[in-house]
């Protein structure tokens, strides 16, 4: 199971997670975030994905982004159209996946992976909720996991939206073989601001014993 921390900043911070053994780090490109990047960190991870969360960013933005943080994959958090992706890929190079972000509340809001499933190498599915100007994310609250087994889908996802420190044991079921094709779908999971002293600084001791409890 692939481990995103996202949200990261500091260099320390950055070096201090990436020795958990996480898979995947997240970098926040959106201004109206907290935990905003507006700098390249003088230590970036070297043992683990990097992944750039954009929200509506211009394509130039995109691509300076990738280059100066050498990302390996770009997440896209707003409300990207399919057009928008077929652009991106044009120009970004070939070896940087693309993950879309949807925001769940209800089973049909899984239909929109459909005209995206083309172009795109992951879902996150995150809780939908009222936007403030153009963030979105970082709410800290679930939305009801259940709704993912109508997931019909064959591209694989990330779970997102709120998972905290005393969900293990809920994501040990969500993974168990009674959810069948839906769990193995979900490949992975994203972490943000439940395990946070403040934005964009994360508790390693609490990180490394969530880990610890999580299913393989």
Not at 1 to 13: A, D, F, L, Q, T
Not at 19 to 36: A, E, K, N, T
Not at 53 to 75: C, G, M, P, S, W
Not at 116 to 128: G, I
Request: proline fraction near 6%; include cysteine.
């Amino acid at each position: 199971m692939i481990i995103k921390v996202c949200g990261m900043r500091e260099p320390e911070n950055i070096r201090a997670v990436e020795q958990l053994g996480i898979d995947w780090m997240g970098f926040v490109f959106c201004p109206q975030s907290p935990r905003y990047v507006r700098t390249v960190p003088t230590y970036l991870p070297s043992h683990c994905k990097r992944v750039g969360v954009f929200v509506d960013a211009k394509i130039a933005e995109v691509l300076n982004r990738t280059r100066d943080y050498q990302l390996d994959v770009v997440q896209l958090h707003g409300e990207e159209s399919p057009h928008y992706i077929e652009h991106l890929l044009a120009v970004l190079p070939a070896r940087v996946q693309i993950m879309k972000m949807l925001p769940v509340a209800t089973v049909e809001d899984l239909c929109r992976t459909e005209v995206y499933a083309p172009l795109v190498n992951y879902f996150l599915f995150e809780t939908k909720f009222l936007q403030t100007g153009n963030y979105y994310g970082g709410s800290g609250k679930q939305f009801d996991w259940n709704i993912l087994s109508a997931y019909q889908g064959t591209k694989p996802f990330l779970l997102s939206g709120g998972i905290g420190p005393d969900d293990a044991e809920r994501l040990h079921t969500f993974f168990s073989s009674d959810n069948g094709s839906v769990a193995e779908k979900c490949i992975g999971i994203d972490l943000n601001s439940r395990f946070e002293i403040s934005p964009a600084l994360k508790d390693v001791s609490v990180l490394q014993k969530f880990r610890s409890k999580l299913p393989h």
